[in-house]
């Protein structure tokens, strides 16, 4: 149906939940679809080839070399990222509010499994330099690691306070408002441990040792931003879709 205008117009419902690109379709969960589908819905598919393509590159350079105490720090790193997209991925379509608890619920754990992972991973790299001190966070990669521990682990503390204690925040509408935050900066948070992980291959260990390619790296981490960003709806963001019918 067209209006006065002559464009067509669009049901507000769909506008709402129309992503940045492509039809409102492809990434919202269907009533009664399981979180599953989440996973691979839409362009995820193109993040889910990604992110295994980059823990594969991960894994696979270290098990091809003798494996030491140190192997353990991209092996922890690389499989919690891989979890944190995940996350990402399983809470985008929904739609439902029951939907959206239940993404919430299980955005929570793949989250909390990717931070410990990258706490343990953490405490691998720290306890290696232990007899050489003077060598921490002095690599690019070092310096931008220990940013991202901090802001991960900021945003996994505001994210749990706001779904299990929103009473922190004063009560469940005060936590909800601030949601759109949360999901901008996961994003941002995102696009800088791709950017992190490109600049490990920098370091000495990777370009002795290990071998792992930076072009690899930055097509891994393109595809996985191709299938991750798409998806995003603007007004889970805050920004409301205007009807340009009227």
């Known amino acids: 149906m067209a209006s006065a205008t002559g464009i067509p117009e669009q049901n507000p419902a769909l506008q709402e939940e129309e992503p940045l690109l492509g039809r409102p379709g492809d990434v919202t969960q269907r009533p009664g679809q399981g979180l599953q589908f989440n996973f691979v819905t839409g362009t995820a598919i193109l993040a889910q080839a990604g992110i295994w393509i980059l823990t594969a590159l991960v894994w696979a350079a270290i098990f091809e070399h003798d494996f030491i105490f140190f192997s353990y720090h991209p092996l922890l790193n690389s499989a919690a990222t891989l979890l944190l997209v995940q996350g990402v991925l399983v809470l985008q379509p929904t739609a439902a509010q029951k939907d959206k608890v239940n993404g919430a619920y299980v955005h929570s754990i793949l989250n909390t499994l990717g931070v410990a992972g990258l706490i343990a991973g953490l405490v691998i790299i720290e306890r290696n330099k232990a007899s050489h001190p003077e060598t921490r966070f002095q690599s690019i990669h070092g310096k931008m690691g220990l940013v991202a521990y901090i802001l991960i682990l900021i945003q996994w503390l505001v994210g749990f306070a706001q779904f299990y204690t929103p009473q922190v925040f004063g009560g469940v509408d005060n936590a909800k408002a601030l949601y759109k935050y949360h999901r ?54 805050g920004f409301r879709v205007h009807d340009l019918s009227g």
């Open 184 to 237: 901008v900066a996961g994003y941002i948070i995102q696009v800088y441990i791709l950017a992190v992980i490109a600049a490990a291959t920098q370091t000495s260990f990777n370009q002795n040792v290990l071998h792992i390619k930076l072009w690899a790296v930055i097509v891994a981490a393109i595809l996985v931003l191709m299938g991750v960003i798409p998806r995003i709806k603007k007004h889970k963001l």
